[in-house]
């Protein structure tokens, strides 16, 4: 054995050194190799034994939680399930893991059952510890587990919990905030929007539909604090209040919107021209001539040039032909000529004399009033 | 005594199939399941059911394309659809290729046992 060894040591000695790198790749690649089976049978491994837990649990529970959602079932024999399932999950090592089993088994059936099975899911999910685990991870676990815990406690309809997620409505992680300003709404209804009096986080575009479709359930109340929302110095919640008032009819805030049209921020600005239009506030037109004058941005402009379609009369059929006649910039020409044409004024658009337009307003007017386009 | 109505589920769903067939057994129905169109066609050329249940969208062979195979072969059973697919164009095309109701997930348990009872009714009429 030792001279298989002394002389496999001096045949490697003798090697030329290319021959002595190429051996040394071919060892290297074959403990590599070796290394990543292991490491993928271990991974396979606890794969393999967390989905035969997994459905060990769902064997076993899902039983039980059929006879409580379907079943006529009295105080004693509910509590008799409960500590059945309890025990199936109980375990001194895999506890939490086996509960976020049972977790998405209650919330599979809940997202597919209705009326009282619904019900009797909540009652389950309550006296299971599922709402307790909830509030435990919202507690003490990383951003997205937080996240995972608001969205089961709101898909539960957790109201209880309300207060708990009322605190992370403004919480450093968009993620997590996000969840919770949707789970607010949709469980403490209006009332619990109120965290936007103070929200100093933004909100995305996307967040602010999310919340309008939850919002919309309020279509016929009065919503109170929209006047703060439009005060606020966040520009997102003011966006947002302009989206409630113009999706949900809420006029009593019409002073605010005044003032909004003035706004230094550009979104804020339009989207408030945008919301006057909506609402056919014309008691605003003098104001939306002044904002005109002032603005530099052509959005806005174009927004104003909208509005008087909508909302003015024939001093603005007289301002919208002098700026086709008169205005340099391509789109705002457009857009007046597009504005005469949805006041239903054509007779305006084909009263040019020659030479009163530029060749390239000339081309706008007759590209507008072609039926065709 | 009277015999017991036989229901065919088919969903790809195992625990949408699991709860209903539990349900419509504590029910007094005589259930089985089938996880897709294909197997389902097979259990009913060998068997006689009263009521299909039916989910529109299943691997192989989808809930419109079984609804369509068996009133082209004839099958009097009523079918009932099951779906999360909540538009009107999804229930129109079901009443179209021969349906007979229609119910969108999440569902109630106990209004569709009522549905169960009208659809067989119905066809005893």
């Known amino acids: 054995m030792r001279r298989f060894f002394t002389e496999t040591y001096y045949f490697l000695l003798a090697l030329e050194p290319r021959y002595k790198i190429v051996l040394f790749l071919v060892i290297a690649l074959l403990l590599l190799a070796a ?8 991974e396979r491994s606890t794969k393999n034994s967390v989905e035969n837990r997994e459905r060990r649990i769902k064997r076993n529970a899902e039983p039980i939680i059929q006879e409580i959602v379907f079943s006529e079932y009295d105080g004693a024999e509910f509590k008799d399930s409960i500590k059945k399932i309890n025990r199936i999950v109980d375990s001194a090592l895999y506890r939490r893991s086996n509960m976020g089993i049972l977790n998405e088994l209650v919330l599979y059936y809940h997202r597919n059952l209705g009326g009282e099975a619904f019900t009797r899911l909540e009652m389950l999910y309550r006296e299971i510890g599922l709402k307790q685990l909830a509030q435990e991870n919202l507690k003490n676990g990383d951003w ?14 957790m109201g209880e919990t309300l207060y708990d997620i009322l605190q992370f409505t403004d919480y450093p992680n968009q993620n997590v905030r996000y ?37 919309l359930k309020f279509e016929y109340e009065l919503i ?41 921020n ?25 904002v005109y004058e ?18 003015g009369g024939s001093k603005e059929v007289g301002f919208l032909r002098e700026t086709i006649a008169k205005e340099k910039e391509y789109n705002l020409v457009f857009e007046a000529a597009l504005s005469l044409k949805r006041m239903g004024r054509r007779d305006v658009l084909i009263s040019y004399k020659e030479q009163e337009l530029s060749e390239k307003g000339e081309s706008i007017v007759k590209h507008i009033l072609d039926d065709r386009i | 005594m009277s015999e017991k109505a036989k229901i065919l589920i088919v969903d790809d769903e195992p625990l949408i199939r699991d709860a209903l067939a539990f349900k419509l057994t504590k029910d007094g129905y005589d259930v089985d399941t089938a996880e897709d169109g294909e197997k389902a066609i097979q259990k009913i050329e060998s068997e006689e059911y009263q009521i299909i ?57 106990n209004e569709l046992s009522v549905r169960i009872k009208k659809l067989l009714k119905n066809a005893k009429k």
């Open chain 1, 35 to 42: 290394v990543m089976v292991v490491i993928v049978l271990r």
């Open chain 1, 266 to 290: 550009e979104k804020v600005q339009e989207k408030a021209i945008e919301t006057a239009r909506e609402l056919a506030y014309s008691e605003c037109i003098e104001s939306l001539y002044e």
């Open chain 2, 53 to 109: 249940i039916s989910d529109i969208m299943m691997p192989f062979i989808s809930g419109f394309e079984l609804v369509k195979i068996l009133k082209e072969r004839g099958t009097d059973a009523p079918v009932l659809m099951l779906t999360s697919l909540n538009s009107e164009t999804a229930v129109l095309k079901a009443f179209d290729l021969g349906a007979d109701d229609f119910m969108t997930k999440p569902f109630s348990p």
């Open chain 1, 179 to 215: 969840e919770a300003q949707y789970a607010a709404v949709k469980l403490g209804g209006k009332k619990a929007m109120s965290f936007l009096d103070d929200l100093d986080t933004p909100m995305s575009e996307w967040q602010q539909i999310r919340l309008l479709d939850q919002s």
């Open chain 1, 224 to 264: 109170d604090q929209v006047g703060t929302w439009l005060r606020s110095t966040n520009n997102s919640v003011v966006v947002f209040g302009l989206m409630i008032m113009r999706h949900l009819n809420q006029y009593h805030e019409k002073g605010e919107l005044l003032k909004l049209l003035y706004h230094k």
């Open chain 1, 294 to 311: 002032l603005t530099k941005q052509t959005r806005i402009k174009k927004q104003i040039l909208r509005a008087f379609a909508d909302l």
């Open chain 1, 144 to 157: 997205h587990i937080k996240a995972k815990a608001i969205n089961d406690l709101s898909t539960m309809r």
